[in-house]
């Protein structure tokens, strides 16, 4: 007999690979997107930037990859005129969502991150996965205005509400709700169509994701438009199946981690098989969710040393 779980497990499974499937070419072609009359997605080197028109200015959830700003001034000149950045939103460290921040600060932007956004993006640090070192951004690229925990503005009538997602993506991960148009901008903390990444030399891992996920289903309804860091604008059942993909692989990694198995070892074994999507690099997210387990050993079970 089927259980109840094992029931829900598969039509979450089954509505992700329909999902998937049915928008990834369309997905792959997507450019700049009106979401509302005043808000926009832009193309922004291939990430996503949510802008918000509040009639003094735009609000921006991250600035795009490096080289794409005059592309997105485009956009954003032709959806509003004359409108200047007046706030922007950095939703984690990464180069692709903040390349081009010097360009909106030198224009007056302030911008908003965590705390942890700033301290990543101002100082040297390690990348293990490329041997290599990162060097600090520049002073003109970073926050110039950081939170903890939560935090909102006013822009014209619209009410944005923001606020921190434990250890999901990176150390630093934000969502930015635009309450009154129902937009919620997610960033990384949702991967439609790229393999979901853990920064684990920051303290992300995938108890943490899962975590972020159902606080971010929490502030949506049917009718909110979840915007990721990259791929197609999600529903709140296409972002609740993927959560519910992602916490299958928690608790088959949970399983294989207290075995004492390596990611090669769950590779061999086939943890990601049988799933509703398939991971282009599958070994590199199983080595990151592993050392992001390791990192967290007193939240997977009683018998881990």
Known sequence: MVSRRQLLKDSAAEALALWASSRSLKAQAAGNARLTDKVLVVDGGGANVVAFSGGEGFVLVDSGAPKSGDKVMAALSGFASGSK??????????????????MFAAAGAKIIAHDRTRQWMSTDY?????????????????????????GSLKAGEEQIDYGYLTLAHT?????????????????????????????????????????????????????????????????????????DLMDEVRE??????????????????????????TWKDPEKFLYDACKGLWGHNDKIGPNVV
């Open 126 to 150: 390690w990348v293990p996965a490329e041997d290599r070192y990162e060097n600090a951004r520049p002073k003109a690229a970073r926050p110039t205005e950081t939170f903890l925990t939560t």
């Open 171 to 243: 150390s630093g991960d934000i969502y930015v709700l635009f309450k009154n148009t129902n937009v919620l901008a997610v960033g990384d903390v949702a991967s439609p169509l790229r393999d979901p990444a853990l920064d684990w030399f920051t303290g992300a891992w995938i108890g943490g994701r899962v975590d972020s996920m159902d606080i971010l289903l929490k502030l949506a309804n049917d009718q909110t438009k979840i915007v990721p860091a990259y791929g197609p604008v999600m529903t709140k059942a296409e972002f609740k199946a993927e959560r």
């Open 85 to 102: 950045v007046q706030t922007l939103f950095n939703t984690h460290y990464h180069l692709d969502q903040t390349g081009n921040n010097e």
């Open 252 to 277: 088959r990694l949970f399983k294989q981690v207290r075995e004492g198995d390596g990611p090669k070892d769950m590779l061999e074994e086939g943890v990601l098989k049988g799933l509703a999507r």
